[in-house]
């Protein structure tokens, strides 16, 4: 069962503009999340993560947010740049643990 | 730091073969996990081995398993392969020090079984 669910396989963003891309999850019991990114042929690069005890991390352009009551997170990136397209995908683990459930992932296009 | 590296980066076995994958971590991260990359399952955790220990394991059958020697290098085999196990293997790579370190994963080996 997928327990790390992006619901969105793609979107497509105008240069400049915020990316918005979603994650939920059913496991109650993960206390860290983390985004990656990937490229074609290339191993999942990290991003950003946070812990279940923050709502809020920021880095640069991107901003993940979490929403345990909704078991929710999204990652913003503002502004967008074309090199920003890539797979984008959202992984959790429990007990900070190192098996880390990966959702499907979701293919993010900047336009110019 | 040199990254984590996989060989071979590409491969092609026939069904019933076995294959031996290996995996070389950050300098002095001393975690080792495996993942299965496939388009319909997406990326699937195989196991994680810590200090020569495989610490934690997915679902996957016995056909699958490793290993990680003195160095922190990590081995992958899979043996009496099926046309279902043609996937992109990923390697990680972590310090573990502290609770909730990322993971950092290598370029990955490509292996198509015919």
């Known amino acids: 069962d997928q327990q790390v669910k992006q619901n969105s396989p793609s979107l497509s963003v105008q240069e400049g503009r915020i990316s918005i891309l979603n994650c939920d999850y059913t496991n109650s019991m993960f206390d860290y999340f983390l985004w990656y990114k990937k490229y074609p042929a290339e191993g999942p690069t990290f991003l950003i993560s946070?812990?279940?005890?923050?709502d809020k991390n920021e880095d640069g352009r991107f901003t993940v947010f979490l929403n345990k009551s909704a078991k929710h997170l999204s990652l913003h990136i503002v502004p967008s740049q074309p090199g920003d397209s890539a797979v984008y995908f959202c992984?959790?683990?429990?007990?900070?643990?190192?098996?880390?459930?990966f959702g499907k992932g979701t293919s993010l296009l900047v336009t110019p | 730091k040199a990254g984590v590296t996989q060989t071979p980066r590409y491969l092609i076995k026939t069904r019933g073969q076995q294959v031996t994958l290996s995996c070389s971590p950050i300098?002095?991260?001393?975690?080792v996990s495996w993942y299965q990359q496939t388009p319909g399952q997406g990326l699937q955790f195989l196991f994680e081995y810590f200090s020569e220990t495989q610490r934690n394991k997915g679902n996957f059958p016995g056909r699958f398993s490793g290993r990680q020697f003195s160095n922190s290098r990590s081995e992958m085999n899979v043996s009496t392969l099926e046309l279902g196990d043609s996937a992109l293997y990923l390697c990680?790579?972590?310090?573990?020090?502290?609770?909730?370190?990322?993971?950092?994963f290598g370029p990955g080996t490509r292996l198509l079984v015919l």
């Open positions: 990680a790579s972590s310090p573990d020090t502290q609770r909730g370190e990322t993971q950092y």
């Open positions: 946070i812990s279940s005890i923050k």
């Open positions: 300098s002095g991260h001393r975690s």
């Open positions: 992984a959790a683990s429990r007990n900070s643990g190192y098996a880390l459930n």
